[in-house]
């Protein structure tokens, strides 16, 4: 009896908290996705890593030995100022010094990664007040920067992804969560041919160092705003058409990150997505509808007490019904005595 009533308390336990458990497992899986991306990562590229460093060391102690009127100290202390000169953005090569890291174009690429949280990080303001405007211009910039793609996006989301889901809904008859599936799947694919590698085939050719995995590489770290700036376009020292190049760029991301964000919010639309997410929500149950659930309740019951009350009264007060006057003839008489 009392393994019973412990296993249905251990239950309704359970039932009543089913969205912490859903989110419990949530944390734990996403952790877990961490942890396996760190030893992913750390199998694949530590041995890169350490055939980068041997042949880094087998190069500096050739120098050495073909420079021997140079010290290793001198020679650490170049290396070091040259390293610090490459984390600004300047370059301490013939071919690199041609290419200015502030002129407009260039500044309008930086401000666009700035605003879009990108960040490549190939470029970084030099002096205190470069610095400090930059920490301004993005507490400013971005806020507004959502606002306006948010505006943006939701402007075409009714003439790309609801329109045309109501439209053959209503149309055709057909199923609307079919419906906005298909939509959505045929976005997602339209999007990333126009701006995934239909932009990767322009990068691997335009880019002198760069195969077509590399250009679908950036172009993917791009416009989901990860930004880790090992790959940078238009910096080669014979680019042509620089400038526009790069102007070309910023309309290109700033188009790519407003198309991500309507796929992103087509798919975030679906009722089965919807419904996944709130698997793991938290139900939270205000106070003031609680009292108005209450006090409906207790006016209903009262409303029923005072409905059966009135009828018990009713049945009470009613008048009784007339009943006729039994007659009996002669022949009822005569019957009985016999």
Same mark, same amino acid.
């Given at each position: 009896?009392? =393994? ?6 251990? &239950?309704?336990?359970? =039932? ?34 350490? /055939? ?9 102690? =050739?120098? %050495? ?9 001198? /020679? ?5 100022? @040259? ?8 370059? *301490? ?32 303001? %030099? ?18 920067? %959502?606002?306006?793609?948010?505006? *943006? ?27 906005? $599936? &298909?939509? @959505? ?27 077509? %995995? ?28 620089? =400038? ?29 997505? +919807? ?39 009713? +049945? ?19 019957? $009985?005595?016999?």
């Amino acid at each position: 009896m009392l =393994q019973s009533l412990a296993s249905n308390s251990c &239950v309704r336990l359970i =039932q009543s908290n089913t969205s912490t458990w859903y989110f419990f497992f949530l944390v734990l899986g996403y952790v877990l996705y961490l942890i396996f991306g760190a030893v992913v990562f750390s199998s694949v590229e530590l041995p890169y890593e350490d /055939l980068l460093r041997q042949d880094l060391r087998n190069v500096k102690r =050739q120098f %050495l030995q073909e420079n021997e009127c140079l010290s290793e100290e001198r /020679l650490e202390e170049f290396l070091e100022k @040259a390293l610090e000169a490459s984390n600004y953005g300047v370059s *301490v090569l013939n071919n690199a010094t041609a290419n200015w890291n502030w002129d407009f174009t260039s500044a309008l690429f930086f401000a666009s990664t700035v605003l879009s949280t990108t960040g490549y990080g190939h470029t970084v303001p %030099l002096s205190d007040g470069g610095k400090a405007f930059c920490i301004i211009y993005s507490v400013i910039g971005i806020p507004f920067t %959502l606002l306006f793609l948010t505006a *943006v996006v939701q402007r075409i989301m009714v003439y790309v992804t609801r329109g045309p889901v109501t439209y053959i809904h209503t149309r055709w008859g057909f199923s609307k969560q079919l419906v906005a $599936l &298909v939509h @959505a799947l045929v976005l997602g694919l339209v999007t990333a041919s126009c701006f995934f590698f239909i932009p990767a085939a322009a990068f691997s050719s335009l880019e002198d160092d760069w195969n077509f %995995l590399e250009s679908f590489y950036f172009c993917f770290i791009s416009l989901s705003t990860i930004g880790l700036g090992d790959y940078v376009p238009g910096e080669g020292y014979n680019q042509k058409f620089r =400038q526009l190049y790069k102007i070309g760029i910023t309309f290109y991301l700033m188009l790519g990150l407003i198309a991500m964000l309507v796929v992103l919010e087509t798919f975030c639309e679906l009722q089965e997505l +919807k419904q996944f997410r709130k698997m793991f929500y938290l139900k939270k149950e205000k106070a003031e509808d609680r009292v108005h659930i209450i006090d409906h309740e207790h006016l209903s019951f009262s409303s029923v007490s005072d409905q059966a009350a009135s009828l018990r009264e009713d +049945k009470l007060n009613e008048p009784f019904m007339d009943v006729p006057p039994v007659t009996y003839s002669a022949s009822d008489f005569s019957s $009985l005595n016999r």
